[in-house]
């Protein structure tokens, strides 16, 4: 199960990455952004007043002037703990990364790419930092990617230090150049798994996890822009399924649907719906079906979707948009919390500030406010 997900995950990002431009559209940045620096102040209430607490740095990310990334550094409690360097080539080709732990001066990994006359990228390899009188820099395994008379990538292979392979995967494609599947298969050969994609026209709208026996682990479906993702994953007890575990969620509320299949006539079930600002938490235990349902406005994006079981409304999301199409704010409601979060933005259409408001004693009151200050290139 936690190999599925982890697979889904990764997939879902790679395939992003290569159909995207850069990271800047990856991060959903307009103009020529440069840096941006990322922080996080708390509210605290003194006279009868809320004032705002110190800011302190979350992430801080620079840009090269393509949009691609040159810094990442991430922080902690106003301090760093981890960072990775990229750097480039003249065509814009990543040619390597380094990782480094907290604010260490040496690197922990680094990435070196390679790639073909064609400029197409066709070995990752991985090298752990050691110093110059241990014999340096180590080789720790590598990533060879092969490709198909169309120059889509067919086959990748994990292989150690030692040139054993580890794990490959075989990529199949249809008539029109979208991935369909991907077969995984273990350090034997023998096959491990399988991802199936759907689309709508060319837009991903679904990947299925298999094992070998042709068992659904997992299904995702992508929600698009502010949409919901949707997740289900299945346990089983020899071919029997006996548990399902589905997941919808905006990047900001998660709702859990739990469902035990041991129990044919009625299976139990519980919803457990939590937030990730806060340790806020709910379950409900049900007896009917989840249901989500969507309201969109003329333009297609989703103003509101309310969590049924039954007649029983167990949490409702509203979004609120200008005229352009930018979310101004968020309003969440589960158990007896009453969350709202809106958004101010600068010229080029970034948000700037994303704040935070719980409802408490008929009023929102400040919690928090996330703070971007955003450099572009001149």
Same mark, same amino acid.
């Given at each position: 199960?936690?190999?599925?997900?982890?697979?889904?995950?990764?997939?879902?990002?790679? *395939?992003?990455?290569?159909?995207?431009?850069?990271? &800047?559209?990856?991060?959903? &940045?307009?103009?020529?952004?440069?840096?941006?620096?990322?922080?996080?102040?708390?509210?605290? +209430?003194?006279?009868?007043?809320?004032?705002?607490?110190?800011?302190?740095?979350?992430?801080?990310?620079?840009?090269?002037?393509?949009?691609?990334?040159?810094?990442?550094?991430?922080?902690?409690?106003?301090?760093?703990? +981890?960072?990775?360097?990229?750097?480039?080539?003249?065509?814009?080709?990543?040619?390597?990364?380094?990782?480094?732990?907290?604010?260490?001066?040496?690197?922990?990994?680094?990435?070196?790419?390679?790639?073909?006359?064609?400029?197409?990228?066709?070995?990752?390899?991985?090298?752990?930092?050691?110093?110059?009188?241990?014999?340096?820099?180590?080789?720790?395994?590598?990533?060879?990617?092969?490709?198909?008379?169309?120059?889509?990538?067919?086959?990748?292979?994990?292989?150690?230090?030692?040139?054993?392979?580890?794990?490959?995967?075989?990529?199949?494609?249809?008539?029109?150049?979208?991935?369909?599947?991907?077969?995984?298969?273990?350090?034997?050969?023998?096959?491990?798994?399988?991802?199936?994609?759907?689309?709508?026209?060319?837009?991903?709208?679904?990947?299925?996890?298999?094992?070998?026996?042709?068992?659904?682990?997992?299904?995702?479906?992508?929600?698009?822009?502010?949409?919901?993702?949707? /997740?289900?994953?299945?346990?089983?007890?020899?071919?029997?399924?006996?548990?399902? +575990? /589905?997941?919808?969620?905006?990047?900001?509320?998660?709702?859990?649907?739990?469902?035990?299949?041991?129990?044919?006539?009625?299976?139990?079930?519980?919803?457990?719906?939590?937030?990730?600002?806060?340790?806020?938490?709910?379950?409900?235990?049900?007896?009917?079906? &989840?249901?989500?349902?969507? +309201?969109?406005?003329?333009?297609?994006?989703?103003?509101?979707?309310?969590?049924?079981?039954?007649?029983? *409304?167990?949490?409702?999301?509203?979004?609120?948009?200008?005229?352009?199409?930018?979310? &101004?704010?968020?309003?969440?409601?589960?158990?007896?919390?009453?969350?709202?979060?809106?958004?101010?933005?600068?010229?080029?259409?970034?948000?700037?500030?994303?704040?935070?408001?719980?409802?408490?004693?008929?009023?929102?009151?400040?919690?928090?406010?996330?703070?971007?200050?955003?450099?572009?290139?001149?």
């Amino acid at each position: 199960m936690k190999r599925s997900l982890f697979l889904i995950i990764f997939f879902f990002s790679a *395939l992003f990455t290569l159909v995207l431009a850069s990271d &800047l559209t990856v991060e959903g &940045l307009k103009g020529s952004v440069e840096k941006v620096v990322t922080g996080r102040f708390t509210y605290r +209430s003194e006279n009868g007043q809320w004032l705002a607490g110190e800011l302190e740095t979350r992430r801080i990310k620079v840009f090269s002037p393509l949009g691609d990334y040159q810094t990442v550094a991430l922080y902690m409690n106003g301090v760093q703990y +981890s960072r990775h360097e990229y750097t480039y080539d003249e065509n814009g080709r990543k040619l390597e990364s380094r990782y480094y732990k907290n604010d260490a001066e040496n690197y922990t990994t680094r990435e070196i790419y390679t790639y073909d006359d064609r400029g197409r990228l066709i070995e990752e390899i991985t090298m752990e930092y050691w110093p110059v009188f241990l014999g340096g820099d180590r080789l720790s395994g590598k990533t060879v990617l092969a490709y198909d008379d169309r120059g889509y990538i067919s086959l990748k292979r994990l292989l150690n230090d030692q040139g054993v392979i580890l794990s490959s995967v075989r990529l199949t494609y249809d008539d029109g150049g979208r991935l369909i599947r991907e077969s995984h298969y273990g350090k034997d050969g023998k096959l491990e798994s399988i991802l199936l994609y759907k689309y709508e026209g060319d837009v991903l709208r679904g990947i299925h996890s298999l094992d070998s026996s042709n068992r659904i682990l997992e299904e995702v479906v992508a929600g698009g822009e502010n949409g919901l993702n949707d /997740r289900t994953q299945y346990g089983y007890s020899g071919d029997r399924a006996v548990r399902s +575990s /589905r997941t919808l969620t905006d990047g900001y509320i998660s709702v859990n649907e739990i469902v035990d299949l041991t129990e044919i006539d009625q299976p139990g079930r519980r919803v457990e719906i939590s937030f990730t600002l806060e340790p806020l938490v709910v379950t409900f235990d049900t007896e009917e079906t &989840l249901q989500a349902i969507l +309201s969109r406005n003329t333009a297609g994006r989703i103003t509101g979707v309310d969590f049924k079981s039954g007649n029983d *409304l167990l949490a409702g999301f509203k979004y609120y948009f200008d005229n352009a199409g930018r979310l &101004l704010a968020r309003e969440y409601t589960f158990g007896e919390n009453s969350l709202r979060i809106d958004y101010r933005y600068d010229t080029a259409g970034n948000w700037i500030e994303e704040r935070y408001f719980r409802l408490e004693n008929q009023e929102y009151r400040p919690v928090s406010t996330l703070v971007r200050q955003i450099d572009y290139f001149e």
